[in-house]
T-cell receptor
């Protein structure tokens, strides 16, 4: 148990569906992150939030829409995805944006786009 | 310049042997080098980390060796155990002043056989 909980753990969706991934952290951290993990590739940073304000969008297509209503919750809204978007989506949190310390990851949401 | 190159992609080691994973970087501004361990179905978790002002850090059976002049660092797992079978990611962090950014390697899948 890392203190970062992601739901759902598995999601299958068609290209025309709209779905959302949810992340909740119980660590009192201020910074939250979305990463995409694909086989044989480095973890790709997608979005960064600090005190619920977006500080980084790593050129992510607009079919991915993040939302951070407070420092403990982070969502990733998905719509009109492509099969190449199938991957493991990881949420992470850290004490602060400038802290070079540990990133705490959730267990991920495995997304399959048909 | 932001890349971290990791090798090998996969590694099979006998129980009791030494597992060695190597990483190389170009950007001398990186100031923190963590290793993350990921078991199947789980998110990555911090294993051990080092800063560039030391050449070695040891925690139990896990040792990071750091060569600043060569811009290389490696993870050594002594007396490897089947429970060490996982994917290992090296990473490097740079502090831009407003944020600390992690760049991950592509991962090494370690299998420890009996």
């Amino acid at each position: 148990e890392t203190g970062v909980t992601q739901t759902p753990r598995h999601l299958v969706m068609g290209m025309t569906n709209k779905k959302s991934l949810k992340c909740e952290q119980h660590l009192g951290h201020n910074a939250m992150y979305w990463y995409k993990q694909s086989a044989k590739k480095p973890l790709e940073l997608m979005f960064v939030y600090n005190f619920k304000e977006q500080t980084e969008n790593n050129s992510v297509p607009s079919r991915f829409s993040p939302e951070c209503p407070n420092s403990s919750h982070l969502f990733l809204h998905l719509h009109t995805l492509q099969p190449e978007d199938s991957a493991l989506y990881l949420c992470a949190s850290r004490r602060g944006l400038t802290a070079s310390g540990e990133l705490f990851f959730g267990e991920g949401s495995r997304l399959t786009v048909l | 310049q932001q890349q971290v190159k990791q090798s090998p992609q996969s590694l099979i080691v006998q129980k009791g042997g030494i597992s060695i994973i190597n990483c190389a970087y170009e950007n001398t501004a990186f100031d923190y080098f963590p290793w993350y361990q990921q078991f199947p179905g789980k998110g990555p978790a911090l294993l051990i980390a080092i800063r560039p002002d030391v050449s070695e850090k040891k925690e139990g059976r896990f040792t990071i060796s750091f060569n600043k002049s060569a811009k290389q660092f490696s993870l050594h797992i002594m007396d490897s155990q089947p429970g060490d079978s996982a994917t290992y990611f090296c990473a490097a962090s740079i502090n831009t002043g407003t944020a600390s950014k992690l760049t991950f390697g592509t991962g090494t899948r370690l299998q420890v056989t009996l």
